[in-house]
């Protein structure tokens, strides 16, 4: 079985940073693209950033290099390190594998999910 969970969502305050956390199991990393996404409240789900198979990284979101994606083999964690947040980064944050792009997050056409980790920034 497929599992993907998210951790390291909170509450942060403008201009602070935090490290979500996607624990994989049930795939290798040498055989699935993963992914971060992100669905704010009445948005569409938007995508990140994609960890290829072969390790490339593709940012497929104007973060002006405030967010990165990792991965570590051992641990069977993809991270994503996101510096001076915004207010407008306030969302559900998605950890996902071979997921393509779909409108609603919740609602993924294909693909394994993970159920998501809330972060808020605050002014």
């Known amino acids: 079985e497929v599992r993907l969970v998210e951790s390291g969502g909170g509450s942060v305050p403008a201009g602070g940073s935090l490290r979500l956390s996607c624990l994989v199991s049930?795939?290798?990393?040498?055989?699935?693209?993963m992914s971060w996404f992100r669905q704010a409240r009445g948005k569409e789900c938007e995508l990140i950033a994609t960890?290829?198979?072969?390790?490339?990284?593709q940012d497929s979101f104007s973060m002006t290099g405030r967010y990165t994606i990792s991965r570590d083999k051992a641990k069977m964690t993809v991270d994503l390190q996101m510096n001076n947040l915004k207010p407008d980064d306030t969302a559900m944050y998605y950890c996902?594998?071979?997921?393509?792009?779909?409108?609603?997050?919740?609602?993924?056409?294909?693909?394994?999910w993970g159920r998501g980790t809330q972060v808020t920034v605050t002014l």
């Open positions: 049930g795939l290798t990393f040498d055989a699935n693209d």
């Open positions: 996902a594998a071979e997921a393509g792009w779909p409108n609603d997050c919740t609602k993924p056409t294909y693909g394994h």
């Open positions: 960890i290829r198979r072969d390790g490339r990284i």
